[in-house]
């Protein structure tokens, strides 16, 4: 892995070579990430053409690092009763969606809050416990739909506003929560 920086426009990123078959673009923690195929060369050509969509998301997550100063963590949250609430909560979601799962994972994870396999498992990550009650039920909510609905699309956006019409609001507070999760739980290391 090697940090560059795109000169015109202040941006730091990093390469990483792997077995793909197409270059890809993410900014999944807050920083530009370059997913190349071995031996590619076309750098600064991707680069140069996804200017737009880059600078458009530096500057959404330069006003969610901006807003993560006025949001506070949660701290002293015991993690045995963070599951109680958690499990709780899924069922009482289940009951009212008429879903059933398998089983419920709790896992401290690096890129996402929750996930939900095809086998009707759900992770959750640990580091959830830090946040509101309410995004911790949003997340909860989020993740059952994918039940219904795998991918992010219309529908599933469609389902989530049954329950959430504010959806865009939560998942916005959730990047600004993971940045407080990034500089405060993950530089003390506790991951
Ligand atoms: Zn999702």
């Given at each position: 892995?090697?940090?560059?920086?795109?000169?015109?426009?202040?941006?730091?990123?990093?390469?990483?070579?792997?077995?793909?078959?197409?270059?890809?673009?993410?900014?999944?923690?807050?920083?530009?990430?370059?997913?190349?195929?071995?031996?590619?060369?076309?750098?600064?050509?991707?680069?140069?053409?996804?200017?737009?969509?880059?600078?458009?998301?530096?500057?959404?997550?330069?006003?969610?690092?901006?807003?993560?100063?006025?949001?506070?963590?949660?701290?002293?949250?015991?993690?045995?009763?963070?599951?109680?609430?958690?499990?709780?909560?899924?069922?009482?979601?289940?009951?009212?969606?008429?879903?059933?799962?398998s089983k419920i994972f709790f896992k401290k994870m690096k890129s996402k809050w929750a996930s939900c396999s095809s086998k009707g498992n759900i992770t959750i990550n640990s580091?959830?416990?830090?946040?509101?009650?309410?995004?911790?039920?949003?997340?909860?909510?989020?993740?059952l739909i994918h039940l219904k609905e795998k991918k992010h699309n219309e529908n599933f956006w469609r389902l989530i506003s049954r329950k959430y019409t504010n959806y865009e609001?939560?998942?916005?507070?959730?990047?600004?929560?993971?940045?407080?999760?990034?500089?405060?739980?993950?530089?003390?290391?506790?991951?």
């Open positions: 892995m090697t940090t560059n920086k795109i000169i015109n426009i202040g941006i730091n990123y990093e390469t990483i070579y792997r077995n793909v078959k197409y270059p890809r673009l993410e900014f999944k923690t807050g920083s530009l990430i370059l997913i190349l195929p071995k031996k590619y060369k076309n750098e600064e050509k991707l680069i140069r053409k996804h200017e737009t969509w880059i600078l458009r998301k530096k500057s959404f997550i330069l006003e969610a690092l901006k807003n993560s100063e006025n949001k506070k963590l949660i701290m002293n949250v015991n993690q045995k009763e963070f599951e109680k609430l958690v499990k709780s909560k899924i069922e009482e979601l289940l009951k009212e969606e008429k879903e059933k799962i580091f959830l416990k830090y946040l509101p009650k309410n995004l911790i039920e949003y997340v909860l909510y989020h993740e609001e939560m998942e916005k507070d959730l990047f600004i929560y993971w940045f407080l999760i990034q500089k405060q739980v993950l530089k003390q290391s506790l991951l």
